[in-house]
């Protein structure tokens, strides 16, 4: 079955220090892989996506996202972190499935 | 702004009653999903809708149903509610026709049982 992994519960950066959420995911094949971003008392926003191509996808908020096969990793990553980038960070999985199967989330906080 | 509209925003409601979640999709999107996001158990899965039929089933319980209407609004109905039942409930809609595309969450309703 189909699952994503992501190891720490928490994250904790220095504003202006790049920043890095881990997720990794296990299925058999080629799977489509997303982040996603929840603020406080507000919905999941869609940061962005791989399907296929170069390895480093960019996204929005200057966010970006590194797919590793071998390493079946898809990490999340910012050069330069910003105290409003504090919130919570899913990252997902969908392979032949209409399902998106999510990891347990990441809480960022960035400090001034 | 996503697009979806879930109602109504936060519902408090006691052990044992009835509760009917709505969802209104992104206009032309086809496919509704529900999860629960509750804090023990992360974002989890309950079922999947395609344009009126139900595509996918995750960890829904028997007491919990979903339709979706032929205007492509869904409903997520809670019956005999128990303490547990506390939790953020998402809707989310999809453009289908591909796998890569990415779907979109309303802003959730927060369920209180008391």
């Known amino acids: 079955a189909q699952s994503v992994a992501q190891p720490e519960d928490q994250v904790n950066v220095a504003e202006g220090n790049p920043l890095t959420v881990k997720c990794t995911y296990s299925v058999s094949g080629n799977p489509y892989l997303f982040w996603y971003v929840q603020y406080p008392n507000r919905g999941l926003q869609f940061l962005l996506k791989?399907?296929?191509?170069?390895?480093l996808v960019k996204g929005s908020y200057g966010f970006e996202a590194e797919f590793n096969k071998s390493q079946t990793s898809f990490h999340l990553k910012k050069p330069s972190a910003l105290v409003s980038d504090s919130a919570l960070y899913f990252c997902a999985v969908r392979y032949n499935t209409d399902k998106l199967i999510f990891g347990t989330g990441t809480r960022l906080q960035v400090f001034p | 702004d996503s697009g979806v509209t879930q109602t109504p925003k936060h519902l408090i409601t006691a052990t044992g009653q009835r509760v009917t979640l709505r969802c209104s999709p992104r206009s032309g999107d086809l496919s509704v999903y529900w999860y629960q996001q509750s804090l023990d158990q992360g974002l989890q899965f309950l079922i999947q809708y395609y344009n009126g039929e139900e595509r996918a089933k995750g960890n829904i319980l028997e007491r919990f149903s979903a339709q979706q209407f032929p205007d492509l609004h869904s409903e997520l109905n809670l019956s005999s509610l128990e303490l547990g039942d506390s939790a953020l409930y998402f809707c989310?809609?999809?453009?289908?026709?591909?796998?890569?595309?990415?779907?979109?969450f309303g802003q959730g309703t927060r369920l209180t049982v008391v």
């Open positions: 791989y399907i296929t191509g170069d390895n």
């Open positions: 989310a809609s999809r453009a289908t026709g591909s796998q890569n595309t990415e779907a979109f």
